[in-house]
């Protein structure tokens, strides 16, 4: 009797989890409400673009560039946030019967285990630090060859671990 409450209250105990998968979701939507509005504010900066002068167009096109890698990160960080909170959902509460029974739709929201749910996220996150990469690389100064053989390792780097990120893909399948 007392085993079967416990058991109970066990079974029952990982609906906590919905308040980690409804803060991801809301947290998803925010940040992809501040990168909408960001990219509407962006294009409204851009409306004058063909009017300026050399100078001030390079320097709006420098700023725009900036911009457009900063929407990317916070595209790419609501997309963590959404797959974290579906991931979670799926896991410990209950399989979304609409994801598996639509023909159309995405593989990429469908998570069976914790190692999946850690691969994908694992993926977007390399994403995001590839993309902050290339946003501190916009804003580098080149004064000496070390620091563009520094610049260049950084990119073979990169490269490799898209690599391995590709190959770790080939194994687990």
Known sequence: MIEKIFEGFLWKSRLVVLAAVIISLISSLAMFYMASVDSVYMIAHLTGYYSLDDAARLALRSTTITHVVELIDGYLL????????????????????????????????????????????????????????????????????????????????????????????????
């Open 78 to 173: 609501a997309i963590v946030l959404l797959i974290f909170g579906l991931g979670l959902y799926e896991l410990f509460i209950s399989k979304i019967d609409q994801a598996e029974n639509a023909e159309n739709a995405s593989q990429v929201l469908l998570i069976n285990s914790l190692d999946d749910l850690k691969a994908r996220l694992s993926k977007v996150i390399v994403m995001i630090l590839i993309v902050k990469y290339f946003e501190h690389a916009l804003e580098m100064e080149f004064n000496t060859p070390l620091d563009l053989l520094a610049f260049s390792g950084g990119i073979a780097f990169i490269g490799l671990a898209l690599y391995l990120t590709h190959a770790a893909d080939g194994i687990h399948k």
